[in-house]
């Protein structure tokens, strides 16, 4: 913006900055000529009731994607914006106005509407001029105000060294309420980037890594890949000088080759479409320099098919799968290289087919079928679709054939406004945004109601829960994934249903350890600013507090990871209660044992078999044990349940960590009868805690009742009868 306004300065050479190779590309209307359009720009305004002159370039791209626009705001914006930038000079020697007139020459090629090109030519004017907003505001309307106050930088002298970022944390939230806002910006850095080459290398390489960093990823979070794309071709000769020579001269050395396989392809792609009566055009498409690059790092040496993509445009959707069945039909697919973007269009609002076909040589060509109205959103994206918030005329409605999603609140701009917000200083909101940023790929997951919830890629079940219950989610305690239970740490994929297990405790506080299952900014701030606010609990969590275990009454609190048994922490036996079931053999004067492994109670069905020293062991008889037993040839002893129904039993549970839980979960089993005689807590694995309980009861008819009153227990998810194989 007006980093390069001097006022005045005196005309001095043009440096030019990275030269892109003259190679062919997609169609585009040529560059401006700034020294010609400056002089057009030093004239003057015009008669009221005409045009000047400078702007023709911008009315005539603007007139091909809106022919009844009422240019009048625009003639008036020029107007004030010449008058107000007169007399500064860019760095390059230009007239400062030339650059407003560039910015909005881009975005009147990406299909801008008139509001948008009204704020361009005007959004340098409050930061650099004595123009004022409430100024803009009686001449153009309030949209246009917005938009201009949405890209205008802070000033360093209140700010300093958060200038920077506190200027994209107020743009960013001017975007969340008009993404105008955004392409505003970033048609701005890119006529910037453009002209770096007369900048000291010290701040085209701060520059460039800002828009390496922010920039581009903005740019294509919103579909914006015209920008995109020379954006990155642009840092890549800045950052990267040397492979970006290595790189243009790949795709000149390929520009000069007498054959093309691509050319090729196209031709018989075009022989098979016209047979099938598709109308298609089908065109090449030259990756551009960061993409031949990339390439190149990942395949080694580039064939002829490497340096481009065959695009194929058609008219309706139908025909999109029609050109797929026939290239499938007549060429070779490569079946694994099969997207369908139509179907479920990417977070960007891209929509495409994308295949390959391979020739005889081997050779593989890539192609993208889409629509045109889906090349049009696919090269421009939220840019393409005019002002969203003005509703949809009927016309608008029918052609675009349900293509049009609204771009008003993305998710990833909603997940990001979220947690700005959270965010302490400016230097944890730059480095927070540009971590966000850099995940560039967005996945979808269901909730059980039948809502979504937009992720990046990567995140998890802790992410999913502060994405839908923000610091609420300090209270789950575990998630099912596709109807199966998970820990916090598990990686969600796209497509997956994911429900939230959150627990009833009002003191419930998140864990340590889920700052590394977070993937996202809002996640992982919550968290922190939890524990920034609760230091003995944070203390206490990587501490650990002391366990303590009381039979058949609630425990104070212990801690999962350590073990109890009745001889340390628990009250012992009374002696009128019976050790076990009574269990009746068919071997009189031997002596019975209740297998440990499977602790049998009635009314379970039993088998018996007799060991060493005269005594049967009683097993349940899906006991793994049993099997071996048989196997090894032990001798069978018919048994039977006797009179007393007394017993005792070990039962394993499983859980969600969370404070109290051990309390809570003894406390059920004492109000049911059981006397625990040991208990056994293994550490906690994932957020995942085992116990293990040997308890008696005075009636092996009350065991149920006893499994049910532990899953009860919030956090608690299993209890089941034990089995230990190896016992």
């Given at each position: 913006m007006s980093a390069e306004a001097t006022n005045p300065a005196s005309p001095g050479p043009v440096t030019a900055g990275p030269v892109l190779p003259t190679v062919p590309r997609r169609k585009a209307r040529s560059r401006l000529d700034l020294r010609r359009l400056g002089r057009a720009a030093l004239l003057g305004p015009t008669a009221r009731d005409r045009l000047p002159d400078a702007i023709g370039h911008v009315v005539e791209a603007h007139r091909s994607h809106y022919p009844d626009a009422d240019l009048d705001a625009l003639r008036r914006a020029y107007v004030l914006a010449e008058s107000s930038h007169r007399g500064q000079m860019r760095k390059s020697g230009e007239p400062y106005i030339t650059h407003p007139l560039a910015v909005t020459l881009i975005l009147a090629e990406l299909g801008a509407e008139t509001t948008t090109l009204t704020a361009s030519l005007l959004h340098d004017t409050v930061e650099d001029t004595d123009v004022t907003l409430d100024q803009v505001r009686e001449e153009f309307g309030e949209e246009v105000r917005f938009l201009v106050d949405g890209v205008t930088k802070l000033e360093k002298v209140d700010y300093g060294a958060a200038a920077e970022?506190?200027?994209?944390?107020?743009?960013?939230?001017?975007?969340?309420?008009?993404?105008?806002?955004?392409?505003?910006?970033?048609a701005d850095r890119l006529h910037n980037m453009r002209t770096l080459g007369v900048m000291r290398p010290e701040k085209q390489a701060r520059i460039a890594k800002v828009t390496r960093d922010v920039l581009i990823p903005l740019a294509e979070r919103l579909g914006v890949q015209a920008l995109k794309t020379e954006l990155e071709d642009l840092v890549f000769a800045i950052l990267l000088p040397e492979e970006y020579e290595h790189t243009r001269e790949l795709i000149v050395d390929n520009a000069s080759r007498a054959d093309d396989p691509l050319a090729e392809m196209a031709d018989e792609m075009?022989?098979?479409?016209?047979d099938a009566d598709i109308p298609a055009e089908v065109l090449i498409r030259p990756r551009h320099f960061v993409s031949v690059h990339r390439r190149a790092r990942k395949r080694g040496r580039l064939r002829g098919t490497d340096f481009g993509r065959l695009l194929v445009l058609v008219n309706e959707d139908a025909d999109c799968y029609g050109v797929l069945g026939e290239l499938h039909t007549c060429m070779t697919p490569v079946v694994s290289e099969f997207k369908d973007f139509i179907a479920v269009p990417k977070f960007n609002l891209y929509q495409?087919?994308?295949?390959?076909?391979?020739?005889?040589?081997?050779?593989?060509?890539?192609?993208?079928?889409?629509?045109?109205?889906?090349h049009k959103v696919a090269e421009a994206g939220v840019v393409a679709l005019g002002n969203p918030y003005a509703p949809p005329s009927e016309e608008q409605t029918v052609s675009s054939d349900g293509e049009r999603a609204d771009?008003?609140?993305?998710?990833?701009?909603?997940?990001?406004?979220?947690?700005?917000?959270?965010a302490p200083d400016p230097d944890t909101f730059w480095s927070t945004l540009r971590e966000d940023l850099a995940q560039d790929r967005e996945i979808t997951v269901f909730r059980p109601d039948g809502?979504?919830?937009?992720?990046?890629?990567g995140a998890t079940c802790v992410d999913a829960a502060y994405a839908q219950y923000g610091e609420d989610a300090h209270a789950c305690i575990g998630a099912r994934v596709n109807g199966r239970l998970a820990t916090l740490s598990t990686v969600l994929k796209d497509g997956d249903t994911v429900q939230l297990l959150m627990g009833q405790d009002p003191a419930s506080e998140p864990s340590r350890e889920w700052l590394d299952h977070a993937h996202t900014a809002a996640a992982r701030i919550a968290i922190q600013r939890w524990l920034a606010t609760h230091p003995a609990s944070a203390e206490a969590q990587e501490e650990g507090p002391v366990p303590t275990l009381q039979a058949g009454e609630a425990a104070a609190r212990p801690a999962a990871g350590n073990s109890v048994t009745a001889?340390?922490?628990?009250t012992p036996r009374t002696a009128d209660r019976p050790a076990a079931a009574n269990a009746v053999v068919d071997q009189p004067g031997a002596s019975v044992?209740?297998?440990?492994?499977?602790?049998?109670?009635?009314?379970?069905?039993v088998i018996g078999f007799s060991v060493r020293g005269g005594a049967v062991t009683v097993h349940r008889v899906e006991c793994a044990a049993v099997a071996r037993m048989k196997s090894a040839g032990r001798a069978e002893v018919g048994v039977r349940w006797g009179d007393t129904t007394g017993c005792r039993v070990t039962l394993f549970a499983e859980s969600f960590g969370r404070p109290h839980l051990l309390a809570d979960l003894t406390e059920a089993m004492a109000s049911e009868g059981a006397e625990?005689?040991?208990?056994?807590?293994?550490?906690?694995?994932?957020?995942?805690?085992s116990h293990t309980y040997t308890v008696e009861l005075p009636d092996a008819a009350h065991l149920p009742a006893l499994m049910r009153a532990m899953r009860n227990v919030p956090g608690v998810y299993d209890v089941s009868r034990a089995q230990t194989p190896g016992a």
């Open positions: 970022p506190e200027t994209f944390r107020k743009m960013l939230v001017a975007t969340g309420n008009d993404v105008r806002v955004m392409s505003i910006k970033l075009r022989t098979v479409l016209r495409s087919l994308h295949t390959a076909v391979a020739r005889g040589d081997g050779q593989v060509a890539e192609v993208l079928i889409r629509t045109h109205q889906m771009p008003t609140r993305p998710g990833w701009l909603s997940r990001l406004l979220d947690w700005q917000e959270a809502g979504t919830l937009g992720l990046p890629e001889s340390e922490g628990a044992r209740l297998a440990g492994c499977c602790t049998p109670v009635p009314p379970d069905e625990i005689v040991s208990a056994t807590v293994e550490p906690p694995s994932q957020q995942r805690v």
